[in-house]
């Protein structure tokens, strides 16, 4: 029983990594530029108080754009991450976690 647990856990976990590792890094970067870059700057390096969001994990980015998204605050500049994650959908969300992983390097 303990065993078919964690096995559903690992599958509920590694079902939106491997999602986003065929997601549309093209559209991530479309949708990065229409709103993320002002802030966060042309390669995802961050700016002033705007944090590198680039070279992060895909869980990882995947995650706080959802918690943005469900306006958990995640640090000081969170009211207006709550604003421009409201509209991203999950798609659009998993392409942006996928273009950002290697964002640094283009």
Do not use: W
């Amino acid at each position: 029983m303990i065993r078919l647990a964690i096995f559903l856990s690992l599958i509920l976990v590694a079902g939106p990594v491997s999602s986003a590792l065929s997601q549309d890094i093209a559209a991530g970067e479309a949708r990065y530029k229409k709103t993320c870059i002002n802030c966060h700057g042309p390669a995802g390096k961050g700016a002033a108080s705007y944090p590198k969001v680039s070279g992060k994990d895909i869980p990882y980015t995947i995650e706080k754009l959802e918690a943005y998204r469900s306006k958990v605050k995640q640090g000081p500049n969170s009211a207006l991450m709550f604003m421009m994650a409201k509209p991203l959908s999950d798609e659009e969300i998993l392409n942006l976690a996928a273009y950002l992983k290697d964002a640094e390097h283009k």
